[in-house]
């Protein structure tokens, strides 16, 4: 958990040099409750808004008898696919006066909403049927079934992926920078990036840590009360009917991709002719693309290296030690990148001054951020494996490390699977850390575009936007895989 605990030591030992007057000065003045107050709203809103949108679209595609379920819910995942900075950048460049608070509430929610949908989905796979068939033998009718039973089952799972979207909020950048909306993020960033108010900037940090904390302490209630699980669960579920209201779900289940995909990509079809025209822009792109690809391999390897022990500490040994290693690692999730790249900058100039500059150093700054994406993953697929398996092979005189090797790492796998996709999904679309520690001369994809759109140059923008896209797709469509909605009804 060193990792995790880096940016907050830096943090620790920068806020202690400015001094306790000087930290109660930056501290309790009406710019500091402003930014909270809106910071706090924004996160509210949108994780309200993605656990309404997510927890209906997955009983919808799951529950129900809407036609083609499998085609919906596909496109409902695929808006994880679009970084926060190019949908802001799609939507400003198309709609006139697309700014403000309410613009950044709905492009948070229409990129967010399925960190709650895809996990929902899976609870709903894996949820007992039997427990909803009982209550309706009772008497209880539908609604009655689905907020008494159904939800009560799912409820550790949609608490988890608005979580993350509340944690997500609290640390985007790209969203409410090009809409301008002034949150804790954008403030620490600007101060950092100019240079003018670096103690003001550690300070906002630490009340952003604060404001962590406190929701991962209101997540961590919900996973101990009503969560009744089957793993392994097979017996399909008793399908809603709609009736009447087919028409409006569909619709609905319609309108919210198509804003969330259709306007960035009418943006960007109209923008790309004139990017991929330019002389020498496929060759940039290309090699762009081998960048991202590249340092979000890394990545990746990392953070999953990482997360495993600690995923199988959380499954096998759950306790007050697995809990707290659990929730440090979140808290540095909701940190903005700037602030873990400048932690590592720290680390890496005073500690390991061989991985300054390196790509690696990037890929250490990606396992601080995402780490709980891939712990939730190799967690959750562990939890589901029966322990008595491993136990058998123990006692038939295999040693831990042949029982790992060949009994709990395959039961892990799926697990590590969707942890490695989610992970490399958020590295690719990752933007300031990647602008503060990537090699010098190194470019990616989400740096390029930065850089291009920072000028207002689209066209040139319009080829980085669209492959980065295009690539997180792929990622996005496996983790709809691992939840069960490319198989089923079509």
């Keep these: 958990m060193a990792v995790a605990l880096l940016p907050l030591v830096y943090l620790g030992v920068r806020v202690a040099e400015a001094g306790v007057e000087r930290i109660v000065a930056e501290l309790f003045t009406t710019r500091v409750a402003v930014l909270a107050a809106r910071s ?15 927890v209906a679209t997955a009983l919808l595609v799951t529950r129900t008898d809407l036609p083609g379920r499998r085609v919906l819910g596909l496109l409902a995942a695929l ?27 709905l492009l948070l929610t229409l990129c967010s909403y399925p960190y709650v949908f895809l996990p929902t989905v899976a609870a709903l796979r894996r949820a007992d049927p039997g427990q909803e068939e009982v209550s309706r033998s009772l008497g209880r009718g539908p609604w009655a079934t689905l907020t008494g039973v159904t939800l009560r089952q799912i409820r550790p799972a949609v608490a988890a992926g608005a979580l993350l979207v509340a944690l997500y909020v609290l640390s985007d950048f790209g969203a409410v920078s090009i809409v301008r909306v002034d949150t804790f993020t954008r403030a620490i960033f600007t101060a950092f990036n100019l240079g003018f108010d670096r103690t003001g900037a550690l300070v906002l940090s630490t009340v952003l840590v604060l404001l962590t ?48 995909l259709g306007v960035p990509a009418v943006g960007l079809g109209r ?20 960048a991202s690809l590249s340092v979000s391999l890394a990545g990746t390897a990392l953070t999953m290296l990482l997360a495993l022990p600690l995923g199988l500490l959380t499954a096998r040994a759950p306790g007050p030690v697995a809990t707290v290693l659990d929730r440090l690692s979140y808290v540095a999730h909701a940190l903005p990148g700037v602030v873990i790249g400048l932690s590592l900058v720290f680390f890496a100039v005073n500690v390991a ?3 300054y500059q390196s790509v690696w150093l990037l890929a250490l700054a ?102 980065l896209v295009a690539l997180a797709a792929v990622p996005t469509w496996l983790l709809a895989a691992r939840t069960g909605l490319t198989g089923g009804a079509r």
């Design 353 to 355: 001054y061989p991985l």
């Design 79 to 105: 808006p994880l696919a679009v970084p926060t900075y190019v949908a802001g950048f799609a939507w400003t460049a198309t709609v006139t006066g697309f700014e403000g608070f309410w613009a950044a509430a």
């Design 40 to 54: 706090v709203a924004l996160a509210a809103v949108v994780t309200a808004a993605c656990t309404v949108l997510g």
């Design 366 to 467: 990606y396992a601080t951020l995402f780490l709980p994406l891939a712990v939730g993953a190799v967690a959750a697929a562990a939890a589901q494996s029966p322990p008595a398996v491993e136990e058998a092979a123990r006692s038939l005189g295999r040693g831990p490390v042949t029982v790992f090797r060949t009994v709990t790492l395959p039961l892990t796998l799926p697990g590590i699977g969707a942890g490695a996709a989610l992970t490399f999904l958020t590295c690719m679309k990752e933007l300031p850390a990647t602008l503060l520690l990537r090699p010098t001369g190194m470019d990616t994809l989400a740096t390029e575009l930065w850089t291009h759109t920072g000028t207002a140059a689209y066209a040139a923008a319009a080829p980085y936007a669209a492959l």
């Design 213 to 260: 904390v406190g929701l991962i302490g209101a997540e961590l209630g919900t996973r101990t009360r009503d969560a009744r699980y089957v793993a392994g669960t097979t017996r399909p579920p008793v399908l809603l009917g709609l009736g009447r209201g087919r028409g409006p779900a569909l619709a609905g289940l319609l309108v919210v991709p198509a804003l969330a």
């Design 271 to 290: 923008w790309l002719v004139a990017g991929v025209s330019r002389p020498g822009s496929l060759a940039e792109v290309a090699t762009a693309a081998g």
